[in-house]
């Protein structure tokens, strides 16, 4: 090429050496063309050829001689018309290119020139036809940049949404240029197996070869490894039949590398490159090829590094964390943005000094990040540190963070950094953690419990793990208590338990028992294990939990309840009272042998007997009554108690009830104990017998003297009658007047006699309600006319509101004449001394709402004080012997306190006094 050039410049007398093409846009010919400097044609003042060379001749394929004449544009293609117009004069100085025809429809490119000769001219002819071609060759390889150019310029400048549909317009471009049917982009899967279509185009008239998104498989990598072998690097142009990409259908693909690898194919169906675009190159194919993938791979992996940024921006912001980096030079630092704002420095200072940072945190964790810092610095060793931030408000929760940090070297740069996160949740959390920890297992530490995990293994359990109250309770240590050492602390009279708790565990998955183990000072402890078996996902045993509570004070509690429970049962069983429980309702619940005794029954038998059966309707209503007022505050109480016995007359029982209550203050049972009483009280009644007989005897005399005054009444009336009988003056109404007075005399000594028989009966049983009252008439009626016959003045004051006691009326009334009875005793005694002595007694009734007080006081100088509180005594009697009993004030007392009451004495002003206190009976 340099060779023609020179010649033409030669020829068209230029010196300067003309510019050379761009030696990358004109391909390099191996050979230079054979320059034919014999070619001319002889032309005549018109322009008429005259004559023409050998050479040229033979180029031309004229044979035979020149037709006369005839023009140069005969010889020409019409394109040539415009450049030999006029006549060779007018093309003297000019560059003539012409275009021969060749017989055989070839065109000899030609570039020529004229020279006077003479008259005549000389065109003078050099053939081009190379130039030419390379001429066009360069031509359609610069079309084919400037495609390339734009081609990458449209990829490189769209929106990255319209990326694929601009692919497709490109792809549309490129066939259209070199009329390809079929052109489609092969971009590597996402996930880098295998091939897929990132864009295609289709001409209309073609079959459609491929589809958006088809994909292709991994046959094309097999291409990949022929292609790179054949040329190092570049452009293979490879003709395939590949029937993965191209069906049946012809193909012709390109590869892209980049970094040493195909990233993606240019993939050409029904298309013969050779032969349809015989002017481009393998490298314009290849930059063609380029100008595409290169900006879509490109744009592709720059949005991918976009998200991947996007990405680590939000997860920074959620968790409030970020990268930091060592300027160089370390003493500024750099922050993510997100983590200026974590600490609470201005967006805009994402750099500062490194003592600037420090200062940003807890001065308790500052001077430890600040040596792992210029370690990580100094020596490369990677940092991990949890540290807080400097707290400016002490009530508010420090704020963790976790700063990590590595040194990164990439050739000669050297890199320091890593990233800060906010673990203040975390931190937090685990602080709570730990000390809810620490608090449970101090709990545990000084609680008499063992939380232990026993390790499975092949069927055996081991233990792998005790709470550190192990030691404190059993004095082994953990080491002590494995490898099958625990078996011999297991008391031997337990070790069945102990082999069966294991089996229980694995086989049930839950186990609770208890058994003794020897501690390290050799005595035993009763431990309460519960353990549970945890297992996998499978099902299959991994470890098991358990607990051992040092019960052995609770055990030996039970123990001694239970002697105890047994020492009490033998002594309820066997004890001479009678021992109940029961109900409200006075159901039993249980009750002793002597009880089931008295009610000819077996203790068995007991449980479900209703008290209230031998009770009379009187006796139980007072029972109930004085359960009922029980209370959790006084919950005792005591009575002689009446019972109908079978095969018995009266059963007196002393009972004593306490009632059991539950939280709400609820009786919800009553313990009793009774005492059979029946004799005593027996005994007792007896002996108030005797003492009303004895009563009775000593009135004898007042009863003499009120049977004697009926008797002399009527002894008067009868002399009287028969005075005036014999004198017979006998008259109706005298007789009937006289006889009348005698029935009345007759009446009044049967009332005395009548209510002496009654006084002198046995009392009822069942106490009743009565007006005390009677009890005071009675006496009176008994007594008056005898008191009146000593002498003694009776004083009876006036009666309240009537009211009802319960008790006896006769029993009452005894105790009434033992008081007058002593009284009329005492003041007679003094008048024996005294003959002036006036003696009265005087009886009173007194009364409030609750109490009714008879009151009984004489003038007869009272009682020596020394004796006074011996007087209730039985026996006790200042009377001389055969004269008083010594048992009237005793009776007296127990008959009172029987009615609920109380018998007191004191000195009054002229003599004794004595109170009877009776309870009023609510009716
Ligand atoms: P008795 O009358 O058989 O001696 P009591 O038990 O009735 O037995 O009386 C006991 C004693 O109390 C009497 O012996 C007497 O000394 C004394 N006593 C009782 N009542 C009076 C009274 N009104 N005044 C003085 N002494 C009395």
Redo the contacts with the bound molecule.
Sequence with gaps: MPLKNEILNRWLGRTDAPAEPAPQRLPQVSEPAPVSADWNMQLDEEGRVTGISKALRTALGVSGAVTPAQRLLGYLMPSSALVVEGTPQDWLGHMLDLDFRRPNGQVLHTRGWVQAQGSDWLLQLLDIGDLMEQASAAQSRQQCLRLAGQLAEKVRGCHLERLQAVTAEQLEELAQNYRVPCLALALAEPGGVGWRIYAHYNAQTAPQLWQDGQRLGTDLDSLNSTVTHQIDFGAPVAQVHLQSAFGNAEGFLLPHHKEGSIKAWLLFGFYNAAHQAPELGDREWMNLCAALAGPILYRQADQVHRHQLERLAVLQDLLGTGWWELLPGGEDIQLAPQLARTLGLPETRDVLALDAWLQLIHPADRHELESRLSLLRDHGTAMLSCVRLRQDDPGQAPVWLRIQGQVLVSGQVRRVLGFMLDVSDIKNQEIQAAAAHARLDNLIASSPAVIYVLGYDHGSLEPTFFSASLTPLLGWTQAECSDGQLTQYIHPDDRDIWFQRTRQLLREGVVSCRYRLRDKKGSYHWLLDEARLLRDDLGMPVEAVGLWLDVTDATQATERVRESEERYRILVEDSPAMICRYTPDLILNFGNRPLADYLECTPAQLPGVNLGEWFSAEQKEAFLRRIDDLTPESPMSTAEICLELPGREHAWWIWADRGVFNDAGELIEIQAVGRDNTEIRRTRMQLNQSAKM?TLGEMATGLAHEINQPLNVMRMAVVNVLKRLSNGEVEIDYLTDKLNRIDAQVQRAARVVNHMRVFGRRSEIEQQLFDPIEAVEGTLNMLTEGMKGKGVDLRVGEYGERVQVRGHVDQLEQVLI??M???R???LSKRDKDRDFEPWIALRVEQDDQTLWLV?E?N????DPR?LER??EPF????PVG??????????YGIVEQMGGRLS?SNASE??C?RIALPIALV
Excluded: P
Excluded at 876 to 879: A, R
């Design positions: 004895a033992n008081l009875v002593n009284a005793d005492a003041l009984v004489d007869g100088g009272g009682i004796l007087i209730f006790f009697t200042t009377k004269v008083g009993t010594g048992l009237g004030l005793s009776v007296s004495v003599g004794a004595f």
